[in-house]
Every structure is written in structure tokens, then in C-alpha cells.
């Protein structure tokens, strides 16, 4: 339906012919990039959410797979993109230098990217540094790097393509196998396998590996399905290793990867466990505020004007890095050692990086800092030293043993386990949905079939781009997590914060009822639900009268056989499952409930919409407020 000149990302031949005229065009200046990134990284949400938002049996075999490569080539040929822009730009270099310093200095951003590029044209041996004021981001050159004919780059995206790269990302998945119960299996679409990996691999295992991928792409979180380029598999002793890493980390949640310097996990028993002690659990922890693209660069030869002709000496290879520290060989880990003691002058300095975290991300704690490793494809938080942050200016600080990409990461399950929620209705096929959590008080409205972020209490930020907006409960599960607001669990949550643990099927049934209710009765968190097991479950339950009743409440016990009103009440001293006087059990919430509503509430829930009962119904399934409470 769209007259736009995009292309559609579903078709192959249309995405197949747009990646393939783009990666010929050359000589794009930096804006050109921005201006075309913003239609790609539409394309790629478009992808995205339609792998989350459509049935299982309405995809065609083998869509899925196809989307997600898709999605992985896109993410590809974009950052090429950025990396030839930045060539064609250091070329002109000479002509843009400033008139005070001698070298170039320039921001271009847009509402997705931000690149800050110094060349070093002066080759002062006295300079130390540039502060980007606009950004409020700065760096300090290593004192070997000052004659030395290189461009510093911090290319900041607010989108985050590399975490979804990790094998810590997708959720780990246990196999019973014929012969091998305990095996474990990490599951990830590949477009981009290494070959020699699947040489003795049977065909019947890669068409297996598919079929799950398409299973596990539509449960994954929005930015998981971005890509998918690890192997589909790992070879046993790596397999029992992460085994172990995940008990440790189940028994230990809060010590699992937090800080500068986590605990290391145990491997004596297995010494090539895949899963370091410095290497960052993204199921635990979350990318914030985007990523940090920090690199220093060999300056390309400058253009030259000869009898009014402009020459340029064309290089073979693109952008080159420049090597630093120089002593490649050197081990990382005695490099860092020696940095820190200062005890010789062979080890070169450290580079120092400055910057003031984003508005539009919340931090409750203070934020961690990593680096990513493109040889495993992992977020890891060694080398990283001497960081320092100051709360109110929200400024960080650290140096690091060279230059490298970095992110902020922030617990993931900050806000869980949940205080109290409630759900009371305001209106024709309208509702309010309230979360108190540990840092926070959060409001959602839903109405018809979209809802919307109100409020989030003890915040400083700036979430104009959330607060206000109507979504679809799956935007909006996306738009809260970007912004640091996470009150929507994984599947494994479970493993890193304490939980009220319910029968799925009950759980999920009661979410139901409480939708299909919703528009005339208020639910609310009640205290005995964690003292009457895990086959039932507690909500108190009030009519929604005008005006408000203060202390109407009655409490039901559902599971999936039946539901009971209790004699019991929240100011009880003591649970009982002695039923309310008079009252007989249902087998559903709905019809239980109707023997004691008003002629008027039954009047409201006649006339309450399907699709806002779907939109109430996503929300409660998606926060899981009954177990994570």
C-alpha cells in the first residue's frame, strides 16, 4: 500500500535489488548515509516486528529464517556504509580543518546517529585531547598517537546491532537427546556461519536447527530478532561448560557479571568454558543509550589542488585502523597489568573517554561499562579501568588499554520482583494499569487496542518518545526496555530474581479472565497469593462503582479446574481456603464474579470491545504480574 518508493522488505527481489544498488553507489557523502539510514533502519523494524507479531502457522516455511537474514544483511551493508562515508570525509579532511587548531573537528548527527571525527593534520606534540562540547563527549589522544597521522572517530548509534550477535543473548534452551539428556544446545539463526563448523554436520540437524529458530524468533525480544550470525550449535565440552555457568548464575543471580570486576564463574572442571568471568550475560543485563563505535584511523591522503585540477592518491582497502597499543602480541591481560602498576615505560598509555550519559535513558544504578570483542562476539568488561561517575551531572569516566566499541549496561530485572500492580477501569473500553516497583511507579493506559506509557515516578529523564505515545502493546514493550524501563521478563527472568512461581496454564487463564472483566470489576495484588501454592492463584477483585468504594474488595482462588470466592481477606492474620457464606465454585473467573455484580457492571462487560480485551489481555501476559509479584 505504500507509494513511497521504499522498498518492501518481505519481497526478496525488491530488499535483494535496494541492498544491491546501494552497495554500488560510492563517494556518498556522511549525510546522504544519514538521510538513506533512517529508510533502512525503518525497514529493518519493519522485519522485526512482523517476525513477532504473526502466528507461527501464517509463515510460510522458511520466512522466518529468510526475514532474519535479511534483517543481519541490512545491519551489514548500513554500518559499511558509515565506515565509507567517514573514508570519503577524512579524504577532504585538509579542506575542512579548523583555522585556530590546524585540524578537523566535526559533528553530523541526525535523530538516530552521532559522528564526532578529529584528524590529526597538526601533529602538535603537545596535544592531548578534544572535547566535543556540542556532545558532551571527549577523548584523550595517548601521547604516541600525537605525530602520528590519524583521525579519532566516535560514532554513536542509538540502536544497538551487535548484542543481539552474542551467544549470551538468545535464551538457552535444554534438549533431551537420545544418549545425551544433559546436553545443551544454543540456538541462533545464521546467514553468516563459518563453513568449516558445518562440514560434518548432517542435513537433518541444520534442518532441525531451522525449524527451532523460527519457534524461538517470534518469543525473542524486538532487537533479537536483528540478527542471528552465531553457529547453531557448540561442541560438547562447551556445552557442558555453559551448563555450569548457568547453575552458578542461577544460585548466585545478583553476583552474575555486575561491576568492573565480577566474580570469576567456576571452570576448573571444565577449562574450555566459553562463558569468562569477564564476559557480559546479556539475559541478565541490557545494552542502554545505545552503542559507542571508538576507533582511531590511518588518515587517507588528502586531496590536492594542481593547476586548478584536484588530485587524490586512491588507496586499495577502505578505512584502515590504525594499530593501537603497537605491541599487538602482547597479551592483553599483562599489558593491562602493567598499565595499572606504571612500573615501566614500555607499556603504552591508556585512552581516557568522557561523556555524559543520554537523557533519554533511565539508569537507576549506577551504569556499567563494555567493551565488545569481535572475535567471541561478546560484550566483556575487562581492560576497562579507573571509571568514575557522578550521579547528578550523570558524567562517566574510564580509560581502556586501547580503542574499542563500547556500550552501558544496566540489570536487567531492576523492577522485579514487582511491589504491588493494579488494574482498574476508567472509561468505555479503557483501563489503567498501575506497576509499583523497587525504583519506580509505572502507569499504562490501554484503550481499544492500543495503550500508551502515562507516568514513571523518580525519574530525571527525558521520555518524550515513550510517555504520551499509543502503541501496540509490542512497541511499547519495546519503546519501555529501550529507555531503561523494563517491566516485561524472559522467559528465564526466573534465573536472576526471586518469583512467586504459578502454573502457566492457570496464570495465563487468569490473565484472560481479568481482560475479559476488566471494564467493570478492578484487580489488584493481593498478599495471600504467595501463601496458597503454585496450582492457585489469589487476586482481590472490586466492582468499579461511582463513586469508588474504599474497602469492597473480595478475594478469588483460581486454577485451572476451578474458582472460589474466600472467606479470608487481606487484613487477615491468617490464610484459609474456606469459601465465602453462601457462594459455590465456577469454573471460571467470569461466571463467579457475575453472581455478585450489579445489573450495570453486567451492562459494561456486554458492551466491552474484543480487541481491547486482546490489548488488556497482551499487557498481563507480558509483565506476568501474578508470578513476578
Known amino acids: 500500500m505504500l507509494c513511497n518508493g521504499s522498498p518492501d522488505p518481505t519481497i526478496p527481489q525488491e530488499i535483494n535489488t535496494f541492498m544491491s544498488l546501494w552497495s554500488e553507489e560510492t563517494n556518498e557523502d556522511f549525510q546522504s548515509i544519514l538521510n538513506k539510514s533512517s529508510l533502512v533502519l525503518s525497514l529493518i523494524e519493519e522485519l522485526e516486528f512482523l517476525l513477532l507479531s504473526t502466528p507461527s502457522e501464517e509463515l510460510p516455511e522458511n520466512t522466518a529464517v529468510h526475514y532474519t537474514q535479511t534483517v543481519r544483511q541490512l545491519q551489514t551493508l548500513l554500518q559499511h556504509k558509515f565506515d565509507e562515508a567517514t573514508e570519503h570525509l577524512l579524504k577532504n579532511a585538509a579542506a575542512l580543518s579548523d583555522i585556530d587548531t590546524g585540524n578537523m573537528q566535526k559533528i553530523i548527527k541526525d535523530k538516530n546517529v552521532t559522528l564526532c571525527i578529529w584528524a590529526n593534520l597538526n601533529k602538535n606534540p603537545r596535544f592531548k585531547g578534544f572535547d566535543f562540547e556540542e556532545e558532551a563527549i571527549s577523548f584523550d589522544l595517548p601521547k604516541p598517537l600525537a605525530l602520528s597521522g590519524i583521525s579519532v572517530r566516535i560514532l554513536h548509534t542509538v540502536y544497538d546491532h551487535l548484542s543481539c550477535q552474542s551467544p549470551t543473548f538468545l535464551l538457552h534452551h535444554r534438549k533431551a537427546q537420545e544418549h545425551h539428556a544433559d546436553t545443551i544446545v544454543l540456538e541462533s539463526a545464521a546467514d ?104 582511531v584511523l590511518v588518515l587517507p591522503p588528502q586531496c590536492k589542488q594542481v593547476n586548478g585540477w584536484t588530485m587524490l592518491q586512491l588507496v586499495a582497502g577502505g578505512l584502515q585502523k590504525y594499530p593501537y597499543p603497537p605491541e599487538l602480541s602482547l597479551n592483553s591481560s599483562l ?63 574510564f580509560k581502556m ?56 515516578s523518580n525519574t530525571d529523564s ?39 512461581k504459578k502454573d502457566e496454564e492457570a496464570e495465563r487463564m487468569t490473565y484472560k479472565e481479568m481482560a475479559l472483566l476488566s471494564q467493570a470489576f478492578t484487580f489488584g495484588w ?104
Not at 240 to 268: C, F, H, Q, V
Not at 352 to 366: G, Q
Not at 468 to 486: D, E, F, K
Request: hydrophobic content about 30%; some cysteine.
Open 462 to 500: 527525558d521520555l518524550s518518545a515513550v510517555i504520551g505515545r499509543w502503541m501496540t502493546p509490542l512497541r511499547l514493550q519495546a519503546a519501555m526496555r529501550r529507555t531503561g524501563l523494563n517491566v516485561f521478563p524472559a522467559e528465564d527472568s526466573g534465573k536472576y530474581v526471586s518469583v512467586n
Open 526 to 629: 493481593s498478599k495471600w497469593n504467595q501463601s496458597c501454592g503454585c496450582e492457585q492463584i489469589i487476586v482481590k477483585v472490586k466492582e468499579q462503582s461511582d463513586p469508588p468504594a474504599e474497602n469492597d474488595w473480595s478475594l478469588y482462588m483460581l486454577s485451572t479446574q476451578r474458582t472460589q470466592r474466600l472467606k479470608v481477606s487481606e487484613s487477615s492474620e491468617e490464610f484459609s481456603e474456606e469459601l465465602y457464606d453462601g457462594s459455590e465454585f465456577h469454573s471460571t473467573l467470569y461466571h463467579m464474579i457475575k453472581d455478585y455484580c450489579s445489573p450495570e457492571a453486567t451492562e459494561r462487560l456486554k458492551h466491552c470491545h474484543h480487541l481491547f480485551v486482546d490489548c488488556a489481555y497482551q499487557l498481563l501476559d507480558m509483565t506476568r504480574v501474578l508470578t513476578y509479584s
Open 335 to 397: 599489558r593491562v597489568s602493567h598499565q595499572e602498576k606504571d612500573t615501566d615505560g614500555l607499556s603504552p598509555p591508556l585512552v581516557a573517554v568522557s561523556l555524559k550519559v543520554t537523557h533519554d535513558v533511565i539508569f537507576f544504578e549506577e551504569p556499567q561499562v563494555a567493551r565488545w570483542d569481535p572475535e567471541i562476539k561478546n560484550w566483556k568488561t575487562d581492560l576497562i579501568t579507573s571509571k568514575k561517575y557522578n550521579t547528578e551531572l550523570r558524567e562517566l569516566s
Open 192 to 295: 553468516d556461519w563459518n563453513p568449516a563448523e558445518e562440514e560434518e554436520k548432517p542435513a537433518e540437524s541444520v534442518a532441525v536447527a531451522e525449524e527451532e529458530v523460527k519457534s524461538e524468533e517470534r518469543k525473542s525480544v524486538v532487537s533479537s530478532l536483528s540478527s542471528r550470525d552465531e553457529a547453531r550449535s557448540v561442541n560438547e565440552p562447551q556445552e557442558k561448560a555453559a551448563d555450569t555457568a548457568r547453575k552458578e548464575t542461577e544460585s548466585n543471580p545478583g553476583d552474575a557479571t555486575e561491576g568492573d570486576s565480577p566474580p570469576p564463574l567456576p571452570s576448573e572442571d571444565h577449562p574450555g568454558d566459553i562463558l569468562e568471568d569477564d564476559i557480559v550475560d546479556l539475559r541478565q543485563f541490557s545494552s542502554l543509550g545505545g552503542v559507542y563505535y571508538f576507533d
Open 401 to 456: 588499554d586501547a580503542f574499542h566499541v563500547f556500550t552501558l549496561l544496566q540489570d536487567s530485572h531492576l523492577n522485579m520482583p514487582y511491589e504491588s500492580w493494579e488494574l482498574t477501569p476508567t472509561g468505555p473500553n479503557q483501563v489503567s494499569f498501575t506497576i509499583a516497583c523497587a525504583f519506580t511507579d509505572i502507569l499504562i493506559e490501554i484503550k481499544d487496542d492500543q495503550c500508551r506509557l502515562t507516568s514513571a
